[in-house]
């Protein structure tokens, strides 16, 4: 069975890397089907490695595309190594922009400070901040680390500023006004703009 690894929407070509997230978000597109956009299945038989990865992006034709964004079905930062070497042999090969899509969870993940590993790779690093409180974000996000997400999402939101030219936090409309209203709060307090999207159900 083919697996799709990276797959196109517009002009950006997205990759796909894993399966693997921390957290089970309520209105996560994983609970409605296989894929998104018109894609084949996004659901990874198996962990890709860095050459299949490669493989897909050629043939893929990586090179016509605007930006290569890291987002798939599960959360790109799980496979953070090879993640950064996919990033080397983009930047290396070509002159691509490259995004990170994340839940921004990735210190807990490793155990460790990680944003320093996107300097030089990534260019725009998107995270979902998903609420603006603390109690809406456990219960919208549910992630398998407990309370102490919240504050590491931010506290990795704020080290990427140190490496990355280009970070901002993302809600979907859906989570209410409130809630939206204390995630701009949250957002200018770090200084770290926010961006408001669709919810693609």
């Known amino acids: 069975m083919a697996m799709t690894i990276a797959y196109a929407v517009g002009s950006n070509l997205y990759v796909n890397i894993t399966n693997k ?5 309520t209105f996560c597109i994983r609970k409605n089907g296989d894929g998104v956009y018109g894609s084949d299945s996004l659901w990874l038989e198996h962990e890709p490695s860095a050459q299949e990865i490669i493989d897909a ?6 090179k016509k595309y605007d930006e290569i964004i890291f987002c798939g079905y599960g959360e790109p930062t799980e496979r953070i190594e090879c993640l950064a070497e996919i990033a080397d042999y983009i930047k290396k090969n070509s002159d691509k922009k490259i995004r990170l899509n994340t839940n921004g969870l990735s210190d807990l993940i490793h155990g460790k400070d990680t944003a320093c590993m996107l300097e030089n790779r990534i260019d725009t690093v998107s995270i979902s901040l998903n609420a603006g409180t603390i109690d809406e974000y456990l219960k919208v996000t549910r992630p398998r680390f407990g309370e102490p997400s919240f504050e590491a999402m931010q506290k990795f939101a704020t080290d990427c500023k140190k490496y990355v030219k280009n970070v ?15 995630a701009k709060s949250l957002s200018e307090k770090l200084g770290v703009p926010l961006r408001i999207r669709k919810y693609e159900g």
């Open 21 to 25: 997230c921390p957290c089970s978000c």
């Open 57 to 62: 992006l050629e043939k893929a034709d990586f």
């Open 168 to 182: 901002a936090f993302t809600v979907v409309d859906v989570i209410g006004e409130d809630e939206i209203n204390a």
